[in-house]
């Protein structure tokens, strides 16, 4: 069953819309429609591709690292989003705790209203 802030294993697509490699994303949100769609982003252990104020970099040392299944620091690459529907992701590996998934669908949100 999938959920809000799961980390799952999924082929996530390059820009250009070739296959992209298998990876985690996190999972944000179920989308409000009668398919099983749900709102994703992509998740990197490159830190370089961190857009600051922006992206959410989850380190080891952080109180929720163990629960996400992520081998290292990684970045939630906020700007990596895609609307998948639930047979192509692959298995769950872990969760996010819910204050870091707040900050993430805040910052989501502030960002498309302009704010």
Not at 40 to 52: H, K, N, R
Not at 74 to 85: D, E, H, K, P, Q
Request: charge should be positive; hydrophobic fraction near 40%; include cysteine.
């Amino acid at each position: 069953m999938i959920q809000e802030g799961q980390i799952v294993i999924f082929k996530f697509p390059q820009t250009d819309q070739t296959i992209g490699k298998l990876r985690p994303a996190l999972v944000i949100r179920k989308l409000p429609s009668f398919h099983d769609d749900w709102l994703i982003c992509m998740i990197s252990s490159q830190l370089s591709q961190e857009v600051p104020k922006f992206d959410e970099v989850i380190k080891e040392e952080d109180t929720d690292f163990l629960q996400s299944g992520l081998k290292t620091s990684s970045v939630i690459r906020i700007t990596r989003l895609a609307v998948v529907n639930k047979n192509v992701l692959l298995g769950s590996i872990g969760n996010i705790g819910p204050e870091r998934l707040a900050s993430i669908k805040k910052n989501l949100s502030t960002w498309i209203i302009g704010t």
